[in-house]
Nanobody, 121 residues
Framework: QVRVVESGGGLVQAGGSLRLSCVAS????????MAWHRQAPGEQRELVAT???????NYADSVKGRFTISRDSAKNTVYLQMNSLKPEDTAVYFC???????????????WGQGTQVTVSS
């Protein structure tokens, strides 16, 4: 019903930057919160940043001042600008979109397949 696709990952040196994008499509009535999570090998998935439909943002302490989340609601798209990247930022980055599906009343969270970010030292 709803498809979420991330892009923009890759290999970058420490101190570099990357911009991730995530697009939601399908039977969407309304998108509420959008978020980026990440999962490093052998670790649990952790929340990186969130943005509400009113553009309020929240960040994990580990990325504050370096990462910026933004959204283009007209395009059902959320971005994550990552600056001053560190080797410990290496992970698969996942997008989660909280969506009201067309014809339904409840909100559901949909995940993308993830995009790999690797930061070399």
């Amino acid at each position: 019903q709803v498809r979420v696709v991330e892009s923009g990952g890759g290999l970058v040196q420490a101190g570099g930057s990357l911009r991730l994008s995530c697009v939601a499509s399908g039977s969407i009535s309304k998108i509420n919160d959008m978020a980026w999570h990440r999962q490093a090998p052998g670790e649990q998935r952790e929340l990186v940043a969130t943005i509400t439909s009113g553009d309020s943002t929240n960040y994990a302490d580990s990325v504050k001042g370096r990462f910026t989340i933004s959204r283009d609601s007209a395009k059902n798209t959320v971005y994550l600008q990552m600056n001053s990247l560190k080797p410990e930022d290496t992970a698969v980055y996942f997008c989660n979109v909280k969506t009201v599906v067309r014809g339904l009343r409840n909100e559901y969270g949909f995940w993308g397949q993830g995009t790999q970010v690797t930061v070399s030292s």
